[in-house]
């Protein structure tokens, strides 16, 4: 079922993949006002329509031999060794943590507004990203690998320097924070992987857009967020550094 929200025209569309159901939700109006005809965001705009009208297969979301990339992980390691791989992946700029990040400022100015000293939102607030966040532009939205063989979710994409963002938000405490980050990296960079071969897929030349799309990756919470290129994923799986395939 599509429906169109009063909102800033954003437009919603409920599925129910086997148990699980979700509402991708789309801002039309930010879309438009970011620009929607040439590059990689007429690239989205292009894919995202297919979603809205439901032209998306079933099999990746029903099919028992498709996995979830939400069960995604690192190879199993001991303290010391998940802490090197951490520092190794920061010290070769394949990470990039930004405690400044719009991201974490969003999140941290809504908590304050509301006196909410908890600082761990559910994930309801995506949708106050996609009404008052100019750079935001759909939250729960679908992806799917044949090649891989998994699917999964977006939480919320945004479009920002020039790059289509796809944001995952994983609230927890400040201690844990490099803990719970590091171990969905496997998980948020398949999903960039996935948009990014869905985006490649579309008639890119005729959109005048270069041949590989422009998308990060990004971890955040109200403490910090971590980024990353979309390639990762491929760097993860071609080192034996992903379980789950």
Same mark, same amino acid.
């Given at each position: 079922?599509?429906?169109?929200?009063?909102?800033?025209?954003?437009?919603?569309?409920?599925?129910?993949?086997?148990?699980?159901?979700?509402?991708?939700?789309?801002?039309?109006?930010?879309?438009?006002?970011?620009?929607?005809?040439?590059?990689?965001?007429?690239?989205?705009?292009?894919?995202?329509?297919?979603?809205?009208?439901?032209?998306?297969?079933?099999?990746?979301?029903?099919?028992?031999?498709?996995?979830?990339?939400?069960?995604?992980?690192?190879?199993?390691?001991?303290? +010391?060794?998940?802490?090197? %791989? @951490?520092?190794?992946?920061?010290?070769?700029?394949?990470?990039?943590?930004?405690? =400044? $990040?719009? /991201?974490?400022?969003?999140?941290?100015?809504?908590?304050?507004? +509301?006196?909410?000293?908890? %600082? @761990?939102?559910?994930?309801?607030?995506?949708?106050?990203?996609?009404?008052?966040? =100019? $750079?935001? /532009?759909?939250?729960?939205?679908?992806?799917?690998?044949?090649?891989?063989?998994?699917?999964?979710?977006?939480?919320?994409?945004?479009?920002?320097?020039?790059?289509?963002?796809?944001?995952?938000?994983?609230?927890?405490?400040?201690?844990?924070?490099?803990?719970?980050?590091?171990?969905?990296?496997?998980?948020?960079?398949?999903?960039?992987?996935?948009?990014?071969?869905?985006?490649?897929?579309?008639?890119?030349?005729?959109?005048?857009?270069?041949?590989?799309?422009?998308?990060?990756?990004?971890?955040?919470?109200?403490?910090?967020?971590?980024?990353?290129?979309?390639?990762?994923?491929?760097?993860?799986?071609?080192?034996?550094?992903?379980?789950?395939?």
């Amino acid at each position: 079922m599509v429906m169109d929200l009063e909102h800033d025209n954003i437009v919603r569309r409920d599925f129910k993949h086997g148990k699980i159901a979700y509402g991708f939700q789309w801002n039309m109006s930010h879309h438009k006002e970011l620009g929607n005809t040439q590059g990689d965001l007429a690239s989205l705009w292009a894919h995202l329509l297919m979603v809205k009208n439901g032209e998306i297969p079933e099999e990746p979301f029903r099919d028992p031999f498709y996995g979830r990339s939400s069960t995604l992980k690192l190879p199993k390691m001991n303290t +010391r060794a998940k802490v090197a %791989f @951490r520092r190794k992946l920061i010290r070769n700029g394949v990470i990039v943590k930004d405690v =400044s $990040s719009s /991201l974490v400022t969003f999140l941290r100015d809504f908590h304050i507004a +509301r006196n909410d000293h908890s %600082f @761990r939102a559910d994930h309801s607030i995506l949708q106050d990203f996609l009404y008052e966040d =100019s $750079s935001a /532009l759909a939250i729960e939205i679908p992806v799917w690998s044949d090649h891989y063989k998994i699917s999964g979710h977006i939480d919320l994409i945004r479009f920002v320097d020039d790059k289509i963002q796809v944001c995952d938000y994983k609230p927890g405490p400040l201690d844990n924070v490099a803990r719970r980050f590091l171990d969905s990296i496997p998980q948020v960079a398949s999903y960039g992987e996935m948009l990014s071969h869905h985006l490649a897929q579309t008639l890119r030349s005729a959109l005048e857009a270069p041949l590989l799309p422009k998308v990060e990756c990004c971890i955040f919470d109200t403490h910090s967020c971590w980024k990353f290129n979309s390639d990762l994923f491929v760097t993860l799986e071609m080192t034996n550094n992903i379980v789950g395939l």
